[in-house]
């Protein structure tokens, strides 16, 4: 992002505006966190693939082992879907950053806030809007 375009990323009254160092280092983080979802997605796959292709796994199983290795695998399916949906909010992130909609409360339009975006760099919403979503 240029210095004119990092400048124009709304911030909450009362902080300062975004400077091209903070938002390099919050799209580094991201960068780096994006590689590290990666890389845990294809382990997960491949793991999950090998159980899936052994064809003798499971066979004299007690009906509580098979419960059991059906509960580890609906297990490992969910945190899958999380580690994907974790990757595609960081992805979204960067992109936001790309189209300078970074910082922008996605439903009320007004700033999430630079201390927010620092702490958790992958918001999409502001306090206000946040707390409503989860009392829904």
Not at 52 to 70: F, M, R, S, W
Not at 89 to 106: L, N, P
Request: glycine share 6%.
């Amino acid at each position: 992002m240029k210095a004119t375009e990092v400048a124009g990323l709304p911030v909450l009254p009362g902080e300062d505006p975004w400077t091209s160092e903070e938002i390099a280092e919050v799209r580094d983080r991201l960068k780096e966190e994006i590689a590290a979802l990666r890389a845990e997605i294809r382990e997960s796959e491949s793991e999950l693939a090998a159980r899936l292709e052994d064809p003798v796994d499971g066979a004299g199983d007690d009906p509580a082992d098979t419960g059991a290795k059906a509960f580890q695998r609906e297990h490992d399916l969910a945190l899958a879907y999380n580690t994907r949906d974790l990757l595609a909010k960081s992805e979204r992130a960067i992109e936001r950053m790309d189209a300078g909609t970074y910082g922008v409360c996605e439903s009320c339009g007004r700033a999430i806030g630079k201390a927010r975006l620092q702490a958790f760099p992958r918001a999409t919403l502001c306090v206000t809007c946040k707390q409503r979503e989860e009392r829904r």
